[in-house]
């Protein structure tokens, strides 16, 4: 094809030609070694026979938790400069969901919230699904200093669902969510305008056997309780709820409801810790054999 000049000065073939159109947009970290953020998203959203467009809010070696670790975050207008490119490149006109898990500060919170927000002006019935990632029983908190105030007054009065942990969820609605009534009252705190509902993980401990693990899916009008044995030393392997979070995404794409996509997710966490604990792997595996519920355009 000839390389024919436009007036602007760009060949003109990027005028004629289709661009490459996505149907998710996945905004979270990026890890050189390792199974956290869009290193777990992509291939789910992938094996569903989605189109993805990786944005990074991060880039490091690994996870913290390694002796060493390099890296850090996006600069802003890096960051702005990728959302506002994928319009610009007239990539999102498939666009059905964006999936949004760890930031790297405050100021991407309210960046992504602008950029949402006009999106969901062109597309009303667009899919947003935020894992609020602050921190958990295990680490504590591991986000920068105001990521709480960013996800409550920008992120999450963008988004159609949430994915918090417990830990999570106390520390977002300032509320005590030790039981399953609890974390259903704190929750719904958070079901208002954009927000439909909210998914649990790691949930009510008190009202649940030390064997398994729980994680309750709350409406503004209804909520269930799945459980899943609890794998050992799952506590250490990091991703499970990116890979929650970027199942349900593809789940809900596929047509299941709401429920049956966080029972399918759910399975798929458990499916994924004892395959990974099996392999006596330091990294979250997935297994060859499974596969998500395919999207059909």
């Not at 969820?169 to 300032?174: C, D, E, G, V």
């Not at 966490?269 to 990974?276: D, E, F, G, I, P």
Request: glycine share 8%; charged share 20%; aromatic share 8%.
């Amino acid at each position: 094809m000839k390389n024919l000049q436009a007036s602007e000065g760009r060949p003109l073939f990027y005028d004629a030609m289709k661009p490459l159109s996505f149907d998710v947009v996945s905004v979270q970290s990026q890890v050189i070694y390792g199974r956290v953020g869009n290193n777990v998203a992509t291939p789910v959203l992938l094996r569903a026979g989605l189109e993805v467009a990786i944005v990074p809010t991060v880039v490091f070696s690994n996870t913290p938790h390694y002796p060493t670790i390099h890296g850090g975050c996006i600069p802003d207008d890096w960051f702005a400069g990728y959302l506002s490119d994928l319009k610009a490149r007239r990539a999102l006109s498939q666009l059905r969901a964006v999936l949004v898990g760890y930031l790297g500060g405050p100021s991407q919170t309210v960046m992504l919230a602008e950029w949402l927000q006009s999106l969901r002006e062109q597309y009303p019935g667009l899919l947003v699904v935020v894992d609020p990632v602050i921190g958990d029983e295990d680490s504590g908190i591991y986000v920068a200093k105001g990521m709480v105030d960013g996800h409550l007054q920008h992120l999450i009065p963008q988004a159609t669902g949430l994915t918090p942990n417990g830990f999570e969820l106390r520390y977002l609605t300032n509320m005590p969510v030790d039981t399953t009534d609890q974390v259903i009252a704190a929750a719904r705190t958070l079901i208002r305008g954009n927000t439909r509902w909210i998914t649990a993980t790691s949930a009510a401990p008190q009202d649940c056997p030390e064997d398994e693990i729980q994680l309750i899916v709350i409406t503004a009008d209804s909520a269930e309780r799945i459980r899943h044995p609890r794998v050992v030393d799952s506590m250490v392997i990091r991703g499970t709820g990116d890979l929650f979070s970027a199942t349900m995404t593809a789940c809900l794409l596929a047509g299941k409801s709401l429920n049956e996509a966080a029972r399918f997710s759910a399975d798929v966490v458990a499916q994924a810790l004892k395959y990974t604990h099996e392999a006596e792997s330091a990294e979250l595996l997935l297994p060859r054999e499974w596969g998500v519920p395919s999207f059909q355009k």
